[in-house]
Antibody, heavy 115, light 108 residues
Framework: VQLVESGGDFVQPGRSLRLSCEAS????????MHWVRQPPGKGLEWVAR????????GYAASVKGRFTVSRDNAKRSLYLQMNSLRPEDTALYYC?????????WGRGTMVIVSS | SSELTQDPAVSVALGQTVKITCQGD??????TSWYQQKPGQAPILVIY???NRPSGIPDRFSGSNSGDTASLTITGAQAEDEADYYC???????????FGGGTKLTVL
C-alpha cells in the first residue's frame, strides 16, 4: 500500500502548480482521499478532500476558491490544482487516504512560494 | 468551533505513563484519531475512532474521550515514542477535518 506525491516546486507568488499522487496496493476507488499540508517546522493542516467517486468535495477556508482537488480512478491518481499561490502556501503537501481517519500517508511533495 | 487544542510539549520518564490531551467542542460529537510524527517522516496513525489501534501499533498506546477532551495514553513510554503527536477530528459542522496543533513528546 503506497501513495507517491509529485509536482512540488519553487514558484513565485501568483503562479499555479499541479500536484499529483499515485496510489498502489489497494483499490483506489474504494476510498476518499485528502490533501494535508505541513509548513516547515509547523503542524498539520487539512487542505481538501474528495469522495471515492468525486461527488463530494471540500476545502479548508484558507484555500477555497484557489485550489481544486480531483481524481482519476482509472489512473489511480489524485490531483491538487493550486492557483494564485501565496507565500503562506509554502509547505510539504501530503496525499492521504481515509474518510476522517487517515490511515495511509505519502511521503509528501514540497511546495515553496517565494519571490 | 473549528479548533482542537493540544499542549505544545510534554515530557515523560522512560518506562512511565504519559497522557496527551486534545480539547475541542467538536469532540463531543465526532471521534478522534491520533498520529505520531518523527522528524523527517510522514505521520502514522496510532489510534482511530477514539480507542482502536491499527495493526503494528504497540498496545502501550491507547485512547479515550470524556466530553470535549480526547486523550492519548502511552503506558510505559519507550525512547522510540519520542515524537510529535497530533489529534484530528471534524469541526462542529462535520464538514471539515481539523488537526490539533501538535504535542512534542520528550522521553527522558
Amino acid at each position: 500500500v503506497q501513495l507517491v506525491e509529485s509536482g512540488g516546486d519553487f514558484v513565485q507568488p501568483g503562479r499555479s502548480l499541479r500536484l499529483s499522487c499515485e496510489a498502489s496496493g489497494f483499490i483506489f476507488n474504494d476510498y476518499a482521499m485528502h490533501w494535508v499540508r505541513q509548513p516547515p517546522g509547523k503542524g498539520l493542516e487539512w487542505v481538501a478532500r474528495i469522495s471515492w467517486r468525486g461527488a463530494d468535495i471540500g476545502y479548508a477556508a484558507s484555500v477555497k476558491g484557489r485550489f481544486t482537488v480531483s481524481r482519476d480512478n482509472a489512473k489511480r491518481s489524485l490531483y491538487l490544482q493550486m492557483n494564485s499561490l501565496r507565500p503562506e502556501d509554502t509547505a510539504l503537501y501530503y496525499c492521504v487516504r481515509g474518510s476522517g481517519t487517515f490511515d495511509i500517508w505519502g511521503r509528501g511533495t514540497m511546495v515553496i512560494v517565494s519571490s | 468551533s473549528s479548533e482542537l487544542t493540544q499542549d505544545p510539549a510534554v515530557s515523560v520518564a522512560l518506562g512511565q505513563t504519559v497522557k496527551i490531551t486534545c480539547q475541542g467542542d467538536s469532540l463531543r460529537s465526532f471521534y478522534t484519531s491520533w498520529y505520531q510524527q518523527k522528524p523527517g517522516q510522514a505521520p502514522i496513525l496510532v489510534i482511530y475512532n477514539k480507542n482502536n489501534r491499527p495493526s503494528g501499533i504497540p498496545d502501550r498506546f491507547s485512547g479515550s474521550n470524556s466530553g470535549d477532551t480526547a486523550s492519548l495514553t502511552i503506558t510505559g513510554a519507550q525512547a522510540e515514542d519520542e515524537a510529535d503527536y497530533y489529534c484530528n477530528s471534524r469541526d462542529t459542522s462535520g464538514d471539515h477535518v481539523i488537526f490539533g496543533g501538535g504535542t512534542k513528546l520528550t522521553v527522558l
